[in-house]
C-alpha cells in the first residue's frame, strides 16, 4: 500500500514539477469538456421541463389529421366525449401564435379552472373578465407592462386585452413568450370559436383503450389522431436524444481538431520524460511501476480538468446563461436569453469527462512511457 | 562476485555502421575488490560498466552475478536485481531536474514503499557524509558539478548495494570533491562493496587491487 501512496504522492509532485505541461494538458481537456458538460446539462433541464409538462397534461390528447399534421378539433364532440365512461376531464385548448408589437408570443386559450397547477401569478390575478389575459413574467418585463395595462395584438386591434396578473410558470423558457386568455377570448382572437387545437383528456388509470374505442364509435367518419402521455413522452425524449446527437456529431468534429492538440501536449516534454524514465530503471524502478506513476499523474490531471470543467460549466449556466449554447436547445431564443435557461447537472456526464480526460491523457502518454520503459535505460537516458 | 563469459556487444547489427564495442571479454571480478577499468576514449569501458550493471544487454556471451546468469533474467528481475544490488555513480550525474536533492537520493526507494519519513531521515544522514546538510532541498539545478556528483553518490548508497559501478565519476568534478569520492568509495570498499570503476584518474590506483585496460573493445 506504502508504495502505491508513495508514487501517488510522486505524481502529484510530478504534476507540479512539470508545470507548463500540466496547466497545458488541463487547458486542452477543460477546453474539450466544458462546452460539452454545458450543452448536456442544458439539454438535461430542458428535457425535465417537458417531460413536467407533459406529465401535468392530459392522458390523451384528441386532435384532427389533416395532411398528415395535427389539425383543429371541431367543439361540436366535446360534450359526448366527457360522456365517455373513464373520461375524467375533456379540456378543450387553442394553442397559436400572434404578433404582440414586434415579437412572435405564444397565446394558450384555456378555461382559468384547467390551467396548470404550476402557473401561479406572482402579481395581480388570474383572468376572470372577458378580454383579461395573464403575461409570462419574461414577457411583462419584456414589454414593461403592469397590471391593468391594456394592449392588442397586431392584426387584431378590434380586440383589445388588460393584463390581470404576470405569472410564473415552472418552467423559464415557456414563460418568456406566454400569455394566458380564457378559451372564448382565444377563439376570437383568431376568428375560430368553434375550434380547439386539441382536447386533452384526463382519464381514470386503466381506462385508456376502452375511451379509445368510445372515440372510435364517436369520430368515426372523421379524420381524428388520437395521442397518449406515453406517445408524447417519446417524441419529447426523441426530439432531445436527436438534438444531443446532433450537437455530439458536430462536437466530434471540433474534437477531431482538438485530440491531436491534447495528444501533443500530453506528449509534450517527452524527451525530459523519456531519460527521467532512463533513470527511474537505472535506480531499480520496474516498467510497471514507471507505468503505475504516469497512470497516477494522468489520473491527477484529468481529476484536475475534469473538475475545472465541470465548475466552469455551472459558472457558464448559471452566470451566463448558457450564452451560444442555450440557442442550440431553445428555438427562437437570443444569444444571451432572458429567461433563465433551465440546466439539470447529473452525475453521469461529470463521470464520463472524467473517464474521457483519462482516457485522451492516458493516450496521449502511456504508449510513449511505455516505449521508453522498454528498452534498456541506458538507450532510454541518452 | 561478477563473472563475464565471451561478452560481446555489436552496436548498429542491421546498419552499414556497425560497430563492435565489446569483443570476447571474459573477466571475474571477485567480492569486495576495487577494480579500475582504464583505456582510451570508445574502447568500450563504458558499454562494459552497463553490461554489468545490468542497464545493457550483451549481444552475445553471459553475465554472471553472485553465480546466477543475469544475462537471461527478464525486464523486471533485472529491475528487481538493481533495487537490491547494484548502485551507479555515471559521469553526468543522471538527477532528476528540479526535484530536491533528498528526493533525488531516495527515488530507489519511493517503489519500494518506504514512508516519506523515513525517505526524508535516510537521504539526510547520506547528504551530511557527503557534506551537502545544507543542500538537501536544493534541486540539481541549484548545485555545482561536484555538488551533483555527491548527490549521485548518495543515490547510488542509499540501497546499501553490494555492487558499486562509477564510470569516470571524477571527470566532471574539482580536485577537492575528487578526493572526497576517492576517500568515500575506499571506505566502501573495507565495508565490503564490490567497486567498479571506469577512470584516467591515476589516484584510484592507490586503492584499487587489480585493474583491467581495454582497447577497441577487448581486455589487453
Not at chain 1, 386533452?200 to 369520430?219: F, M, R
Not at chain 2, 577499468?37 to 545490468?54: A, D, E, R, V, Y
Request: with cysteine; charged share 20%.
Amino acid at each position: 500500500m506504502n508504495k502505491h501512496i508513495n508514487l501517488l504522492l510522486l505524481a502529484a509532485e510530478n504534476l507540479l514539477r512539470h508545470r507548463t505541461k500540466t496547466i497545458v494538458v488541463c487547458l486542452c481537456v477543460i477546453a474539450i469538456l466544458s462546452p460539452f458538460i454545458t450543452a448536456i446539462s442544458i439539454s438535461e433541464g430542458i428535457r425535465e421541463q417537458s417531460l413536467a409538462s407533459v406529465e401535468e397534461g392530459g392522458d390523451l390528447y384528441l386532435t384532427f389529421d389533416e395532411f398528415g399534421r395535427n389539425t383543429s378539433v371541431p367543439l361540436k364532440y366535446l360534450e359526448e366525449i366527457r360522456t365517455i365512461f373513464g373520461v375524467k376531464k375533456a379540456v378543450p385548448r387553442i394553442i397559436g401564435r400572434a404578433y404582440f408589437q414586434n415579437k412572435l408570443v405564444v397565446i394558450v386559450g384555456i378555461n382559468k379552472e384547467d390551467i396548470p397547477d404550476s402557473v401561479s401569478c406572482i402579481s395581480g390575478r388570474m383572468f376572470e373578465n372577458p378580454n383579461e389575459v395573464i403575461i409570462g413574467n419574461e414577457l411583462a418585463r419584456h414589454f414593461h407592462l403592469r397590471i391593468g395595462d391594456q394592449f392588442s395584438m397586431r392584426g387584431q386591434q378590434r380586440k383589445v386585452f388588460t393584463a390581470a396578473g404576470v405569472f410564473t410558470p415552472d418552467s423559464g423558457i415557456w414563460g418568456a413568450s406566454l400569455l394566458f386568455m380564457s378559451f372564448k377570448d382565444a377563439g376570437e382572437l383568431f376568428g375560430k370559436p368553434e375550434v380547439a387545437t386539441d382536447i386533452q383528456i384526463y382519464s381514470i388509470p386503466g381506462h385508456n383503450s376502452e375511451i379509445a374505442t368510445d372515440l372510435y364509435s364517436i369520430l368515426m367518419n372523421e379524420p381524428y389522431r388520437l395521442q397518449d402521455k406515453q406517445i408524447i413522452e417519446l417524441f419529447v425524449k426523441k426530439g432531445f436524444l436527436l438534438k444531443e446527437g446532433i450537437f455530439t456529431a458536430l462536437y466530434v468534429v471540433a474534437f477531431a481538431l482538438g485530440i491531436p492538440a491534447i495528444l501533443v501536449a500530453s506528449g509534450f516534454g517527452l524527451s525530459d520524460r523519456r531519460k527521467e524514465i532512463g533513470i527511474m530503471k537505472a535506480t531499480g524502478w520496474n516498467t510497471l511501476e514507471v507505468l503505475e506513476l504516469i497512470t497516477f499523474e494522468q489520473l491527477l490531471i484529468s481529476l484536475l480538468g475534469a473538475t475545472i470543467a465541470i465548475l466552469l460549466s455551472i459558472f457558464w449556466i448559471r452566470v451566463f446563461n448558457g450564452i451560444f449554447i442555450g440557442q442550440f436547445f431553445i428555438a427562437e431564443i437570443t444569444l444571451l436569453p432572458k429567461f433563465t435557461v433551465p440546466s439539470k447537472f447529473l452525475p453521469l456526464p461529470f463521470l464520463l469527462s472524467f473517464f474521457f480526460a483519462l482516457l485522451l491523457t492516458m493516450v496521449g502518454s502511456i504508449y510513449s512511457s511505455w516505449r521508453a520503459s522498454s528498452v534498456s535505460p541506458v538507450v532510454a537516458m541518452k | 562476485m561478477i563473472k563475464a563469459e565471451k561478452l560481446c556487444k555489436l552496436y548498429g547489427a542491421h546498419t552499414k555502421h556497425k560497430v563492435q564495442a565489446v569483443e570476447e571479454v571474459n573477466f571475474t571480478i571477485p567480492k569486495n575488490s576495487f577494480i579500475i577499468l582504464k583505456g582510451p576514449s570508445g574502447s568500450g569501458k563504458t558499454t562494459l560498466l552497463n553490461i554489468i550493471g545490468t542497464l545493457d544487454r550483451p549481444t552475445t556471451g553471459k553475465v554472471f552475478i553472485d553465480g546466477e546468469e543475469i544475462t537471461t533474467f527478464s525486464d523486471i528481475a533485472l529491475s528487481s536485481l538493481r533495487r537490491q544490488k547494484i548502485g551507479f555513480i555515471f559521469q553526468d550525474f543522471n538527477l532528476i531536474p528540479r526535484l530536491p536533492s533528498w528526493e533525488n537520493v531516495t527515488y530507489p526507494l519511493i517503489p519500494m514503499g518506504i514512508p516519506v519519513k523515513e525517505r526524508f531521515t535516510k537521504a539526510r544522514s547520506l547528504l551530511e557524509i557527503m557534506g551537502l546538510e545544507d543542500r538537501i532541498t536544493h534541486a540539481p539545478e541549484e548545485l555545482s558539478g561536484g555538488q551533483q556528483q555527491r548527490v549521485a553518490i548518495a543515490r547510488a548508497l542509499v540501497n546499501n548495494p553490494e555492487i558499486i559501478i562509477a564510470d569516470e565519476p571524477t571527470s566532471n568534478i574539482d580536485e577537492e570533491t575528487s578526493a572526497k569520492l576517492l576517500n568515500i568509495l575506499s571506505d566502501l570498499k573495507h565495508k565490503g562493496t564490490t567497486i567498479v570503476v571506469a577512470t584516467h584518474d591515476s589516484r584510484f590506483n592507490e586503492i584499487a587491487d587489480e585493474t583491467f585496460t581495454m582497447k577497441k573493445g577487448r581486455f589487453q
